[in-house]
C-alpha cells in the first residue's frame, strides 16, 4: 500500500503538473507532500486526512479523472487543499524564477526599471495634451 | 506615563491623524496620539522575506478578519458584498496601502447641482488646492505635470516607470484618442530625506521596507516624535466622553498597553480612526445627552457607506509584459469615463486603472482582493506558463453614491479583544454602479484589444472583488445642515463643538479615485482652518 507521502505527492502532482521542457518540478515532485503531511492547521489537516481516504477509497491509480472526482465530491476539503499547495509552491523563489518573472528578490533589492525618457513621455502624452482639458470646473475658471 | 490634560487629544496614528498632527505643531499645544497598534519597525517587514507571499495570508493580510491580531477588531461582514481591509498601528492602513494618489476632480464637489446625485461639499477643489499641494511635499509625490485630467499643478517629482506594461497600454489608448496619464503616486521616484527611492520590488502591500512609499510611518511621524508629539500606541478608545453639563468633549476612556482602562482628559478631540473604525467609535460612546451616540443628533452616523466597488479585466498579449516589476499600484489611469454622460445609461463616472501584475502566487489563488483560486492540473500549466507572464490588466474602479442603507452599525454580539463591540458592514451595490461596472467592463476590454491583447480575460460574472474595501468613506460626513450632516465644513462637530473628525469618514461623495489624498488634504485644510479659528474656537 502507498504510504499517504506517496499518495498526497501523486495527487499534488496533478494539481501542479510539471514541465519538463522547460525543467519544471511538478508539486509533488517538488517534495511539498511531507509539509503538507504535517501541517498543524486543523482544518487543512482534516481536509488532507479526508482527501486520502476517500482516494484510498477508489480503485486505480491517481488520475486526473480521480482528483476530479475528489474535487466535486469534497469541495470545501478539495480547496482548502489547493490553496495550500499554491501557496507552498509559490513561495518558493526558485519556482518564481522558473516562471520567468526572476526570483522577485526581497527588499532592500528590487528590479532595475529605467525611467522613460522625457521625450519618449513627451511623444506618447502628446495627442492626450492635443485633445485639452476634459475636467468639469463649476467652481474656478472654465475649462 | 502622565495622564495629564492635554490640548489636543488625536486617536488613530494613520493617515488622517498624522497629518492634522503636523498641522497642529506650529500652536506648541501639547498633542497626544493614542493609537490601538504599535510600532512596526521597518526591518519586520514581509517585504525582506523570501516567503513574503505567504504572509498576505497570515499575519499581514489586508483582511483584520484574517490577520486577527491583538490591535485588530473583526468586522461582521456578512450582509455586504464587499469587506473592508485596513492596518492598525503607527502608520494606520497606509502601512499596506499601494500608493496610488490621484486627487479628486473639481466636478466631485458638486455632484448634486450637476447631477443631481448625492450631496454638494460644503468646500470646493480649489480650496483644497493648496493642501494637496502641501501634503504631496510632505509625502513625496512622483508624477507627469500637466494632466488635461485636472486643473495645473505640479507633483514634486518626476514620474516613476511606466513600463512595458504602461507603454503598451498608452499605446491602445492612444489608439482609440481616450485619455490616460502616469499615475501620481506617493511613492519615491528619487531619494528624499533618507528615504529610498523605490526598487520596484513589487510587494507594496507589505510594507515597504525601502522607505520609498509615503506611508506616515515614513512621512509624517518620524518628524512628530522629533518635535515632541506624544504617541502612545497599544492604547484602544473604548469611549469618548462628554461633559453632561457643557455638551463640550472632556476626553477618553482607553485600554492600555498594560491592558487597565484608563482616563485621557483633553480639551479637544481629534477623530482618525479611518470610515470604519470613526462611527465605529462614536456608535459606541453613548451617554445621556448623546442616547444614540456621539455627535448623532442628526442619525448620520455610519450612514452613507461608500466604497469604490471594482472588478478587472486583463488582456494576454504576445511579449512578456514584465508587470511584476514596479510597484503594485498604478502605472497609467485613464479618466476618460470620468465625467458624467448621460447617453451612458449612469450618471458619474469612473476610472481605468492599470494596475502591475501580482506575483505567482497571488495570481494562482485568484488575483489580489479575490479568493477563487485558478484551475489545477494541464490547464494550470498552461495557464502560469502561457498566459501570467504575458498579462496587463485594467480594474474599473467606480464611484459609488451615498444611500443611507449601506451603513456602519454596530454588531449585537461580536466584540475585539477589549470586549468593545465591533462594526457591522450592511452593504449592497447600487444599480448606477452596477451600470457603470458593465460599461467599464466592455470600454476596458475594448482598450486592451486596441493595445494589442490576443485574448480577453474577464469573469464577467458581475461579481465586484471582495477584498476591495480599502477606501471607506462618507459614514459622518461633512455639510452646512446639522440635520443632514455630523461635521462642518472644516470638520468640526454640529452637535460637540470641541470634537473633530478628519478622516475618509468626512467624505460627502466618493469621486472615483483613491482617497488618501484628499483626506490628508482635508485633515491639513481642517488643522488650518482650527488655527485661524483658535480664538474663538468652541463658540
Ligand atoms: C491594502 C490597501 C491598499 C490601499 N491602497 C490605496 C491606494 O493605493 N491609494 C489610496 O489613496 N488609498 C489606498 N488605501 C486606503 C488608505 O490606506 C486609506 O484611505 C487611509 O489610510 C485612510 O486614512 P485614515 O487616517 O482615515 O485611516 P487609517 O490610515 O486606517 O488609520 C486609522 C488608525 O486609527 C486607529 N484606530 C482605529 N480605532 C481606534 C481606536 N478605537 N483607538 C485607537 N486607535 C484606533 C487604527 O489602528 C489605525 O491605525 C489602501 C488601503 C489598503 C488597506
Ligand atoms: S515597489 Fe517600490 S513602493 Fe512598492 S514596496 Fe517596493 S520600493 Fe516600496
Known sequence: MQSDIELLTAILDQLIPANPDRAIPGAGQLGLASGLIEATEPTLASAIRALLSEVRAQPGEVSPRLVSRLEKDRPEDFRQLLSAVYMAYYSRPDMREKLGVGAHPVHPKGYPVDREPPELMKRLTAPVRARGPIYRDPTGGAA | MSHEPVDVLIIGAGASGAAIAWSLLETRMRILCLEQGGHLPDRDFPSRREDYELARYAEFSCDPNVRRQPQDYPINSNDSCITPVNWNGVGGSTINFLGHWPRMRPSDFRTRTLDGVGEDWPLDYHTLAPFYDMNDANTGVSGLAGNPAYPEYKPPLPPIPIGKLGQTLAQGFNKLGWHWWPSDVAILSEDRDGRQKCVNAGTCDLGCAAGAKG?????????????????????????????????????????????????????????????????????????????????????????????????????????????????????????????????????????????????????????????????????????????????????????????????????????????????????????????????????????????????????????????????????????????????????????????????????????????????????????????????????
Not at chain 2, 462628554?242 to 485600554?255: E, I, M, N, P, W
Not at chain 2, 482616563?263 to 482618525?272: I, N, W
Not at chain 2, 468593545?420 to 476596458?444: D, F, Q, S, V, W
Not at chain 2, 490576443?454 to 452646512?480: F, P, Y
Open chain 2, 215 to 539: 506611508g506616515t510611518n515614513f512621512t509624517y511621524w518620524p518628524i512628530l516624535e522629533n518635535a515632541g508629539v506624544e504617541l502612545r500606541t497599544r492604547s484602544r478608545v473604548r469611549e469618548i466622553l462628554v461633559d453632561q453639563r457643557t455638551g463640550l468633549a472632556s476626553g477618553v476612556l482607553y485600554h492600555g498597553a498594560d491592558g487597565q482602562l484608563h482616563e485621557q482628559k483633553a480639551e479637544m478631540v481629534v477623530v482618525a480612526c479611518n470610515g470604519i473604525g470613526t462611527p465605529r467609535l462614536l456608535l459606541n460612546s453613548r451617554s445621556g445627552l448623546f442616547p444614540e451616540g456621539l455627535a448623532n443628533r442628526s442619525g448620520m452616523v455610519g450612514k452613507n457607506l461608500m466604497f469604490h466597488p471594482l472588478i478587472g479585466v486583463t488582456g494576454v498579449f504576445d511579449e512578456p509584459m514584465l508587470g511584476h516589476e514596479g510597484p503594485m499600484a498604478c502605472s497609467i489611469l485613464s479618466q476618460e469615463f470620468y465625467e458624467s454622460d448621460p447617453s451612458r445609461g449612469f450618471v458619474r463616472g469612473y476610472g481605468l486603472h492599470s494596475g502591475r501584475s501580482t506575483t505567482p502566487m497571488t495570481y494562482a489563488l485568484g488575483g489580489y482582493g479575490i479568493d477563487d483560486p485558478i484551475p489545477w492540473g494541464a490547464a494550470h500549466r498552461e495557464i502560469m506558463d502561457e498566459i501570467y507572464p504575458y498579462l496587463a490588466g485594467l480594474t474599473i474602479v467606480s464611484e459609488d453614491l451615498p444611500e443611507e442603507e449601506n451603513c456602519v452599525t454596530l454588531d449585537p454580539e461580536l466584540t475585539d479583544s477589549d470586549g468593545i463591540p465591533a462594526p457591522k458592514i450592511t452593504y449592497r451595490l447600487g444599480e448606477n454602479t452596477r451600470r457603470m461596472l458593465e460599461h467599464g467592463e466592455a470600454r476596458a476590454s475594448e482598450v486592451l484589444r486596441a493595445a494589442g491583447a490576443r485574448r480577453i480575460l474577464s469573469k464577467g460574472d458581475g461579481k465586484v472583488w471582495w477584498r476591495a474595501g480599502w477606501h471607506q468613506m462618507g459614514t459622518c460626513r461633512m455639510g452646512n445642515d446639522p440635520e443632514r450632516s455630523v461635521v462642518n465644513s472644516w470638520g468640526r462637530s454640529h452637535d460637540v463643538k470641541n470634537l473633530f473628525i478628519v478622516d475618509g469618514s468626512i467624505f460627502v461623495t466618493a469621486g472615483a479615485v483613491n482617497p488618501t489624498s484628499t483626506i490628508q488634504a482635508l485633515a491639513l485644510y481642517v488643522g488650518d482652518r482650527i488655527k485661524t479659528n483658535i480664538a474663538n474656537l468652541f463658540d
